[in-house]
């Protein structure tokens, strides 16, 4: 029997260390750059444009 593992999106922009990041995206932001955009703004993330080209993303595994 196999397990289906949900997965979480986990943004780090450049010196998101600051801001409190790496943080996890919520999947509807992830849905277009726009919503992206309104949410690292929301998150105070303060260069939206450096964290759209350079940011690192990875998932992590849910638990269950």
Excluded: C
Aim: net charge negative.
């Amino acid at each position: 029997m196999t397990q289906e593992t949900k997965k979480t999106l986990v943004i780090d922009p450049p010196e998101g260390w600051r801001y409190g990041f790496p943080k996890p995206v919520p999947s509807e932001v992830m849905k277009s750059e726009s919503l992206l955009r309104i949410w690292l703004a929301g998150e105070n993330y303060p260069d939206v444009e450096l964290a759209l080209k350079h940011s690192r993303y990875w998932e992590v595994d849910n638990e269950s």
